[in-house]
């Protein structure tokens, strides 16, 4: 199968800080990780790597077999490719559907295509006739279905997801669970990042383990508190 990221000699820095430290990593295409590791050990700072937000101090990227330059027109095209999904997504203050569409619109999807969609990704998340609903009336499990049924309609190779399941009630947990699980086998690869270490077994993914910024084997227990970073070159 296709590595659809492969990474070579990433660190990431902030200042003397050394946040992310990871010397090979392959992520094949129309699978699901799951990023398991304790506060501050990197998963986050490695999504905004993988989405093409923060370039990485150090190290190559390739993707989709080429190798990841930053210039801003290059940026331009891959993000079009991959979605983030934040722990906290913000939905404006207009209808359901004016959010789920506001990817296709900056597309350039309009009239009934652009409806076709949204309904179909509302209907995925189980919001089938939340269309004209107020976004800022919504629950908040019905707003992170939203979120993630905006992120699906823009149809990405990659979708990144930082800790989708967090804070949400029991429902959308075991609907949103359903639909992640569902994507691979539709296309997209996806990469998300959990505390909860039943989610590869439930989701019928694989775990990609981070302690202190680096990638340690699955069979390596992964302590609850880590420093998230070490002063100088290296981490120890």
């Known amino acids: 199968m296709r590595a659809?990221?492969?990474?070579n000699s990433i660190r990431k820095r902030y200042g003397s800080m050394?946040?992310?430290?990871?010397?090979d990593l392959s992520i094949y295409e129309h699978r699901l990780y799951t990023l398991i590791g304790a506060n501050g050990a990197g998963k986050s700072t490695l999504l905004h790597i993988l989405a093409f937000l923060s370039p990485p101090t150090a190290g190559e990227i390739h993707y989709d077999?080429?190798?990841?330059?930053?210039?801003h027109d290059s940026m331009e095209a891959r993000?079009?490719?991959?979605?983030?999904?934040?722990?906290a997504p913000y939905l404006f203050g207009g209808t359901v559907h004016a959010n789920v569409a506001?990817?296709?619109?900056?597309?350039?999807i309009h009239g009934d295509d652009q409806r076709r969609i949204v309904e179909t990704a509302l209907e995925t998340v189980g919001l089938q006739g939340f269309r004209e609903r107020r976004a800022r009336e919504l629950s908040g499990g019905e707003a992170q279905r939203v979120a993630m049924a905006r992120a699906l309609a823009l149809e990405p190779e990659v979708l990144l997801l930082d800790e989708p399941l967090a804070n949400i009630d029991r429902e959308t947990t075991g609907l949103l669970e359903t639909v992640i699980a569902s994507l691979p086998a539709q296309g997209t690869t996806v990469v998300m990042t959990t505390h909860d270490p039943q989610h590869p077994d439930r989701l019928n993914g694989e775990s990609i383990f981070l302690e202190r910024g680096r990638v340690v084997p699955p069979n390596r227990p992964v302590p609850r508190q880590t420093s998230c970073c070490t002063k100088?070159?290296?981490l120890p």
């Open 232 to 234: 100088g070159g290296s």
């Open 65 to 71: 077999g080429k190798r990841v330059d930053w210039d």
């Open 18 to 23: 050394v946040v992310l430290d990871i010397e």
């Open 4 to 7: 659809i990221y492969r990474l």
């Open 102 to 108: 506001f990817g296709l619109k900056a597309r350039g």
């Open 79 to 87: 993000r079009r490719r991959v979605t983030l999904l934040h722990q």
